[in-house]
């Protein structure tokens, strides 16, 4: 048994080059780095701003950025990227970096696509009840939305389970009928001769669906799990804390309660955070997360790691990471100047020992195969 038995999938967020919608609504040049560079320590100890290590301050317009992101990745077990999609009827946002990577053939390494399903509001500043552009939902925007798709779920990199190309869906509970939206999207896969396609649904906010029930083939478990917030809340030691301008939490705490979960009968995929830090993005209400060290990171990958061997056949031990590069909530596993590459160290050091433990105490040993 090696590591290849588990496919670890790292979300990738495309919001480091200019855009047009960037410059018009927070002025030009915005990028993730914006609100990065600028944050600054809110009590003692607080470990801000992260900055990146030797990647420096990228734009993923640059080609050489993008293999070097991938040969960093996979060198450390990483197996592929989700990358963040942004489709709002019909209008596309944040897509240059994917289709710069569609279009080039590189870099040659595994990917599948997360709709981030949300309305488009000032999230980057703090202030999610400004909605900038609305998301709105229809049958004829389902079929639009996944024919544009073909290209990357015919694509050979594209991730599959048992065979199918894997889309995974943010918010499922923000579709009108999800079940309706998924029976298009199959039928319009099948016609374009895609085949049968697997949907995943995230576990971002409503946990608990069945699958099945909305017509999806599984269900991807996202961390932080937002239901233990307050099982992990530290006391507010400063005023500052005490006035909301943030929340502290425990990092081990969350790690644990996570792992504590019943396991559900439908297919699900097991995931982990290195880190959490919202503050550059929030004025008030961040969520911070301390107590993260590679270490205590290693040690939960590695127990997920070993639990998805032993509970999930061969073709469906996936297990995904929040993040690869999410650096305005300080969740990135890419080096930063602090850690270097103790992150993705502690990854790849996390996945050997969980194979190894899943080994000493027996694998179900399914025999559908994964690309």
């Known amino acids: 048994m090696t590591s290849d038995d588990v496919k670890l999938i790292a979300f990738y967020l495309p919001q480091f080059h200019r855009t047009p919608e960037n410059d018009c609504f927070w002025g030009p040049g915005y990028t993730e780095w914006t609100c990065v560079s600028r944050a600054r320590p809110r009590f003692r100890g607080h470990y801000q701003p992260h900055l990146p290590g030797e990647m ?3 734009d993923l317009r640059v ?6 992101q991938a040969a960093l990745a996979q060198a450390h077990g990483i197996h592929g990227f989700a990358y963040y999609h942004y489709w709002f009827h019909g209008k596309r946002m944040l897509w240059r970096p994917f289709q710069d990577v569609m279009d080039s053939g590189e870099p040659d390494m595994p990917f599948c696509l997360v709709w981030a399903n949300e309305p488009w509001t000032r999230r980057w500043d703090g202030h999610e009840q400004d909605i900038i552009v609305p998301q709105t939902y229809s049958a004829e925007d389902d079929r639009a939305h996944i024919r544009h798709l073909m290209p990357s779920l015919a694509d050979p990199r594209c991730i599959r389970v048992g065979g199918r190309p894997l889309f995974l869906v943010y918010r499922t509970d923000h579709l009108p009928d999800p079940a309706r939206t998924a029976d298009i999207w199959r039928e319009e896969a099948l016609r374009a001769g895609v085949g049968e396609i697997y949907l995943a649904r995230v576990e971002s906010f409503c946990s608990g669906v069945a699958p099945a029930s909305i017509g999806f083939d599984a269900a991807v478990e996202f961390a932080p799990d937002w239901r233990f917030l307050d099982h992990c809340l530290v006391r507010p030691r400063s005023r500052a804390a005490a006035a909301g301008e943030y929340r502290r939490y425990d990092y081990r705490r969350m790690a644990e309660a996570m792992m504590a979960k019943p396991l559900p009968d439908h297919p699900w995929f097991r995931c982990v955070f290195p880190s959490w830090d919202n503050s550059p993005r929030r004025k008030e209400g961040a ?3 301390t107590g993260a060290t590679p270490g205590r990171y290693r040690d939960w990958l590695a127990a997920t790691v070993a639990q998805t061997i032993r509970r999930n056949r061969d073709g469906e ?3 995904f990471v929040t ?15 602090v850690h270097g590459r103790a992150w993705l160290e502690a990854t790849r050091e996390a996945l050997e020992a ?9 694998a179900n040993t399914g025999t559908d195969g994964a690309d």
Do not use: I, K, S
């Not at 650096?327 to 080096?335: A, C, F, I, S």
């Open 287 to 289: 969520t911070v997360f």
């Open 317 to 319: 031990r996936l297990v």
């Open 354 to 362: 969980g194979t190894e433990l899943a080994a000493g105490m027996g």
């Open 63 to 68: 080609p050489e950025t993008r293999r070097e």
């Open 56 to 58: 420096g301050f990228y």
């Open 323 to 337: 993040a690869w590069n999410e650096w305005g909530e300080g969740n990135h596993l890419e080096p930063d100047a």
